[in-house]
């Protein structure tokens, strides 16, 4: 066991005054809180069967640290406020970052009917040994938000004994996704729900005008516009796309926590017990994870916020959780 790893502890986070309720803690950095700069270079990568995902790099650092894969969450990209500021963040501190986009989530639609979900391993892994081949001496961190952090959690115990990655970084993993599917329906946590499948509705009514769907899935335009949850959606679309049975044969195959027992790479795991997208029943149990997991579990902090400061000058405490991360505690 690696020192460190192996618990669930209480994290250090501690939410300032003004934003102790976990809403602020998520919303405030999306709409009010000033972006960092940071130049992006775009690059398309060929996939086997015939489609694409797209890249965003940060520059290169002379005298590189290394470099930190990144995965955003659903419906975000490189220009999401949580991935722009640590992409930034990361260059700032002598890193390179690189955003992979989930199929269609980059600068316009992707060729193939399928699209991307929470357990959808497969190009992330490709991604991985391009990366390995292209840079076969630069240290490599993955670093996944929401529903990319539960992707990057069940790719690492799909294949424990990956040797593209040094470490990882999970932040705010939906964990079990049947229980958070229920959960954001609720209360003013539908909000997100809503703001998310608005997206996701009209980026799959976007695509239906270039490409029939008729036989994927039976559903015409205006039927799409009519779902009214993620578990509708999922029911509807990603199951059938991505070879399902159903919504609940896809939660259960792609929940992180099914495969968090294999995990055999040192991995960070950041979540908020107060997160508003998920209930504080979804976080593992302690023999639910592996010897080479750090669960580090806040009472407060939302969903990908950690916001400390004063209001009109918050600073993003997972930067500096994440800087310690990478300059103190990877394996030497």
């Not at 994440?322 to 030497?332: A, M, N, Q, T, V």
Request: hydrophobic share 40%; with cysteine.
């Amino acid at each position: 066991m690696l020192g460190g790893f192996g618990q669930i502890v209480e994290s250090d986070f501690r939410a300032p005054w003004w934003a102790k309720n976990r809403h602020i803690q998520t919303i405030w950095p999306r709409f009010f809180q000033s972006r960092q700069q940071v130049i992006l270079e775009w690059e398309q990568l060929a996939l086997p069967d015939g489609d694409f995902v797209e890249l965003a790099w940060t520059p290169e650092v002379p005298e590189s640290k290394g470099l930190v894969v990144c995965f955003h969450g659903l419906e975000g990209s490189a220009r999401s406020h949580y991935a722009n500021d640590m992409l930034a963040m990361l260059h700032q501190h002598g890193w390179r970052g690189v955003m992979m986009h989930f199929r269609g989530c980059g600068n316009g639609p992707n060729k193939q009917h399928r699209a991307y979900h929470s357990g959808d391993t497969e190009d992330a892994l490709y991604l991985l040994d391009w990366l390995q081949q292209r840079l076969p001496k630069l240290r490599k961190v993955g670093l996944g938000f929401s529903l990319g952090a539960n992707m990057l959690l069940k790719l690492l115990g799909e294949h424990s004994r990956q040797r593209f990655l040094e470490a990882a970084i999970a932040v705010s993993p939906p964990f079990r996704l049947s229980s958070c599917a229920e959960s954001i329906g609720k209360g003013f946590s539908n909000f997100y729900q809503r703001y998310l499948l608005k997206s996701m509705r009209e980026r799959l009514v976007q695509k239906m005008g270039l490409m029939d769907f008729s036989e994927k899935l039976g559903l015409n335009a205006e039927q799409v516009q009519s779902i009214q949850s993620f578990r509708e959606f999922d029911q509807k679309v990603t199951a059938p796309l991505h070879g399902f049975r159903d919504a609940d044969h896809y939660y259960e195959q792609c929940s992180a926590v099914r495969y968090m027992r294999n995990i055999q790479t040192p991995t960070l795991v950041l979540h908020a017990l107060d997160d508003p997208f998920m209930s504080p029943s979804v976080v593992p149990m302690a023999d639910e994870i592996s010897p080479w997991i750090r669960l580090e579990l806040s009472r407060r902090g939302g969903h990908v916020g950690f916001m400390q400061g004063s209001p009109l000058n918050p600073r993003i405490w997972l930067h500096e959780r994440i800087r310690r991360f990478l300059g103190d505690e990877l394996p030497k």
